[in-house]
């Protein structure tokens, strides 16, 4: 490599760190400013809520990685050569700013559904906060790329830059606690009233308890409809003369920043945002009960045994390259295998040169990526199974076993996750012969179609065996 190339990744690399200086310093800044020095009692809770999320703990063992390889070329002497080069201060550097951040309270929680709308709409409210913390727990696996460069851009960009305001997890348990402790620990809470969900029923009622109704700011449609509202009023989740603070989307944002410039700003307790009114009276200005949507149910599946299925129509949900995919995870395993059993070889190998050509120094690096890269990939794809659907049967194939799983065995649908693999998880109620969860690598750009369809069907599965004649909700297996 060309002498002066070293030197400018060095610049562009420290370029970089330089930024993230500056990004970091004005995120605890600006919280500091609102929130003051409690911000520091909140670090401890807000970390355990960070690691609970799955793509937080993936960030920071892929944020780790630089520290790893330059403790083990320390504790070997290799500090020469190579090694020097590469720009790993400014890459350490980087990383430990990036975990600093998961130790930022969040000054606004955001309760929505996982629709493209609602995503890219919750994601666009950090800009009026002036970069403190805003946190959800959405799938942005639900966003729609449109075939523009622009809109391919911008999801891009929203996406990695709220990478680490996402704490979304699929541990159900998990999850209500952690909305729980989430209200708790944010001065503002935005309440998506415009769409109603199951999961969003459960959110908005422990948002609106008496403890913390003071400091939610409920998002309204144009007409002032609440349809989440509504069905918690119809269902007696909450009491008809609960006060509540009502705007609409145009004016949330002005809002929120007028109440996150200063602690004297923020919503205390028995001081509601904007003019409170009772739930009820809110809901009756509307003067209509709101349905929502449904697809026409599917038709009922025949008694066919599994071979017929396979045979007959169906859909592919999971990738053709499948097989593929398994192939290479089972190629990585021997990789690591061998190159682990090499190890022995590699630590009596003379200090300074190799037959192959260059230092011992520059191998170490090498090695420990390939054992690492080796290990995520197989993790990664020796779970993947190919995925078909059939009416209201899901027909699962890996290559030595098939079977059936039926939509009532479904619990939730999760993903697509951040990998290249775009991998979508399907948790179900009972165990089945591939495990109570079944994995499978989305289709090129059809992974979050395929998955948001799965969600709908399920969703009209439930409501078509829901006998008690209660109002219909479009429903997600979280907000």
């Known amino acids: 490599m060309p002498s002066a190339v070293w030197p400018a990744l060095r610049g562009a690399a420290w370029c970089l760190a330089a930024l993230y200086c500056v990004m970091t310093a004005g995120i605890w800044l600006a919280t500091l400013r609102t ?7 909140r670090c401890p809770r807000v970390l355990r809520l960070s690691l609970r999320a799955s793509q937080i703990r993936e960030v920071c063992a892929a944020l780790l990685m630089p520290f790893l390889a330059l403790m083990l070329a320390t504790a ?55 970069g403190r913390r805003v946190i959800s727990l959405l799938d942005t696996g639900y966003v729609t790329v449109k075939p523009r460069a622009a809109d391919l851009l911008s999801v891009t960009l929203k996406r990695s830059g709220t990478l680490l305001d996402i ?33 969003l029923l459960f959110e908005a009622s422990a948002a609106l308890a008496p403890r913390n109704a003071h400091k939610v700011v409920i998002v309204s449609e144009e007409d002032g409809g609440c349809p989440l509202l509504e069905r918690l009023l119809a269902e007696g989740h909450i009491p008809p003369h609960t006060p509540v603070s009502v705007v609409g989307e145009d004016e949330l944002g002005p809002l929120l920043a007028k109440l996150v410039a200063a602690p004297d700003t923020l919503p205390k307790p028995g001081r509601f945002i904007s003019n409170p ?32 299925l396979w045979v007959r ?17 089972a190629g990585a395993a021997v990789n690591l295998l061998l190159t682990t059993g090499l190890l022995p070889l590699l630590l009596v190998l003379p200090h300074r040169s190799m037959p192959l050509g260059f ?18 990939y197989f993790y990664l794809a020796r779970p993947l199974t190919e995925v ?83 109002r219909r909700l479009s429903c997600s297996d979280h907000s």
């Open 35 to 41: 929130l003051g020095l409690s911000s520091f009692r």
């Open 76 to 130: 070997l002497g290799a500090r020469q050569g190579f090694l020097e080069k590469l720009p790993l201060d400014a890459l350490a550097l980087i990383a430990s700013l990036s975990l600093t951040l998961f130790l930022v309270p969040p000054t606004v929680v955001v309760l929505t559904s996982s629709t493209d709308r609602q995503v890219r709409w919750a994601l666009a409210l950090k800009r009026f906060t002036g």
């Open 167 to 199: 704490l979304r997890t699929s541990d159900t348990e998990g999850w209500r606690e952690g909305v729980k402790e989430l209200i708790e620990l944010s001065p503002v809470v935005v309440l998506d009233a415009r769409v109603c969900t199951r999961a």
């Open 277 to 308: 009114a009772p739930v009820a009276e809110v809901v009756s200005r509307r003067g209509r009960v709101h349905q929502d949507s449904f697809p026409s149910p599917a038709p009922q599946q025949d008694d066919q045994p599994v071979e017929a």
């Open 313 to 329: 129509r169906r859909r592919r949900l999971s990738t053709a390259l499948t097989p593929f995919w398994r192939l290479m995870a």
């Open 359 to 376: 230092g011992q120094v520059a191998l170490w690096p090498l090695y420990v990526c390939n054992c690492v890269g080796c290990a995520v």
């Open 388 to 470: 078909f659907i059939y009416d209201d049967t899901l027909l699962i194939s890996d290559r030595v076993k098939r079977g059936e799983v039926h939509l009532s065995q479904v619990s939730s649908v999760t993903g697509p996750d951040w990998t290249t693999l775009r991998r979508v998880t399907l948790q179900l109620n009972t165990p089945s012969p591939f495990g109570q969860k079944i994995v499978f690598a989305g289709r090129l750009f059809r992974a979050g179609t395929d998955a948001r369809d799965l969600r709908r069907r399920l969703c009209a599965y439930a409501e078509r065996q829901n006998t008690d004649g209660r």
